[in-house]
């Protein structure tokens, strides 16, 4: 199961990018990187999902070096709105993953 | 809407009374987790089922306990409250068994408060 490390906590103007790393030294073979945003009283939400290179949809891009060791999620233009936690969850859920989230990363967008 | 339903959305409740946490995947996934989020903390992974049977448990209590039905709604029993099990109990369904590239989807979770 790969372990995942965010930082705790990012701050952020509106407009600015907000780029969060996610470390998974212990990233395996068949594992995807998937980011969630959560709002407070929340489910979580999906955002994106990849496996390696980069990865963009309406909302965001994700950068993942060849080693896949860590993972980049890429926020444009942020705005109030975008203030939330973000998780970065890895894993492969073959014969009963737990799919375990990290701590996540908690961004406060400013005026 | 992920297109997971929880219910109740709010529950309160005494110590030591038992109540039941339930849940509808979205159409057509086999999978569903439950997860518990106390109050300004992470998601902790209690258990999966797929297809009706059991396929992870993580941290779940012994006072707490899951099924999952043939019609692949899925049930949490929590037993005993404690005050210390308020928290909200998010429902999250996928797919397959989670397997890569499986994207789980989150419920709006169920608010349980034990006074």
Redesign the interface.
């Known amino acids: 199961l790969a372990k995942t490390t965010q930082p705790i906590s990012m701050d952020s103007y509106e407009g600015q990018e907000v780029n969060i790393t996610c470390s998974h030294n212990n990233i395996a073979t068949?594992?995807?990187i998937?980011w969630?945003q959560q709002f407070p009283?929340?489910?979580?939400?999906?955002i994106i999902?990849g496996?390696k290179t980069k990865v963009t949809n309406e909302v965001a891009s994700l950068f993942i070096p060849a080693d896949r060791k860590s993972s980049t999620l890429s926020l444009p233009r942020v705005s109030l709105s975008d203030t939330a936690v973000y998780?970065c969850l890895v894993?492969?859920?073959?014969a009963?993953?737990?799919?375990?989230?990290?701590?996540?990363t908690r961004v406060l967008v400013k005026p | 809407d992920s297109g997971v339903t929880q219910t109740p959305k709010h529950l309160i409740t005494a110590t030591g009374q038992r109540v039941t946490l339930r849940c509808s995947p979205r159409s057509g996934d086999l999978s569903v987790y439950w997860y518990q989020q106390s109050l300004d903390q992470g998601l902790q992974f209690l258990i999966q089922y797929y297809n009706g049977e059991e396929r992870a448990k993580g941290n779940i209590l012994e006072r707490f306990s899951a099924q999952q039905f043939p019609d692949l709604h899925s049930e949490l029993n929590l037993s005993s409250l404690e005050l210390g099990d308020s928290a909200l109990y998010f429902c999250a369904s996928s797919a397959g068994q989670g397997r890569s590239g499986n994207t789980i989807y989150f419920g709006e979770g169920s608010w349980l408060t034990v006074v």
Not at chain 1, 91 to 94: H, K, S
């Open positions: 068949n594992d995807y998937t969630y009283s929340q489910g979580p939400r999906f999902q496996y998780y894993g492969d859920g073959a009963g993953n737990k799919l375990t989230f990290g701590g996540g």
